[in-house]
């Protein structure tokens, strides 16, 4: 059992690193387009001309997100076979279709739950017995499996799980769009506290791709957040090797240069050697920035539209000024609660 | 002894390169002859060619999502990790790769 989620983990990590780019694209391009748009009762439109097709084109990178997402989580199940339901049940589950007289669309969520059963599906048939029949087998890949799995869980999404998921999909989105007051401190709390309580790794992935669903639903204030979040701490351990030179060895000093700049760019993994080698001063000072930075993004409604973040996405960000301010803060801190923290390196390992 | 491997992360381009980066470090330590190819969001570099999958003893992939030309490790022993293991504990996989030769 554990081994399956292990997979499974991998799976949705997969199709996630082949989505990013898509949602990059889409994002940025879509973020560019309302530059100067007009406010209207519908929402935002864009200059007529250039801007309506980078409008146009920037929503065609959004809608492609899910499909790629879950084909690429069906890819990693079963290779090549998986690509094809993956494509089209992503697609149908992203659409808003009419079940039964009520418009529903299950989203990301559905997407995901689609591109594992596709792929575990495919992964199945290419198993069967006759798949091993000589004739049959060349029939297999381009006739019989994604007929097959095409039919018989599109059918399964349109009668199963296409309203419950729609519901779900819809309650949380709500819930998202108007979080205020204690709501909205305690999730920002949440997001600071874990959002990079590994660096980039698989916890940070997994608060991403929750980011990433919102985004899709048009509720940009999580990832908003979460993308002040990924630069805290490795600005935040530079910053505390210039204002604590005797606590850190000269060797640490020169690399969180680097850090500090990658940090900037929206990486973090820089900050894993830091928190590896002193947890115990590390983590404390990385979490409170992250809270401090959090609560501070949460407050000013930072915005986000790209699964990207430090410095290197502020032309699209919203609220640019908490944005900035969110990050130089939150990495203040986790300075000072470095200082603070840190014990003193020996005189050899400052100077050497 | 040489040994091959591949790394790769979600994002590709960070993890990616440090794992291979460790890995390499730790391999020349030990005299070892080593190919590290990285499967990041350029796709592969360093790529493995058919000779340096012959002469492997082992294969460690270090990854943490699906990669490309897996079949060409068939028949090898394979060490397959996460990515991060490949970072933070360089020293005790590349043991464990040594004992699958035996």
Redesign the interface.
Known sequence: MKNFLKDVQ??L??G??FM??VIVAGGVILAISLLGANQTATGLVPQPGIMTYLNQLGKAGMTMMIPVFSA?IA??VAGRPGLTPGFILGFITNSTVSVGGVDVKAGFLGALVLGLMAGYMAQWIKGWKIAKNPTIRSIMPILIIPIFTVLVLGLFYYFIIATPFSWLMNALTSFMATLNGTNKIAFATFMGVFAEIDF???VT?SVSMFTLALINEGVLEPNGIFRVLVSVPPIGIFLGTLIAKNKFTKEERENAKAVGI?GCLG?T??A?PYA?KDPKAVYPATILGGITAALIAAFGNVTCPVPHGGFIVLPVVGNKLWFVAAILIGSLVTALVLKFLKKPVSQEEVSA | MKIVGITACPTGIAHTYMAQECLEQELKKRGFEYKIETQGSLGAENELDDDDVKDADVVILAVSIVIEGEDRFDGKPILRVPVDRAIKDTANLVDEAVLLTK
Request: no cysteine.
């Open positions: 991998k799976h990590l997969s996630v690193s990013m780019p690429y890819y990693s980039g790794g698989p992935k990658i990486i993994e820089g894993i590896v």
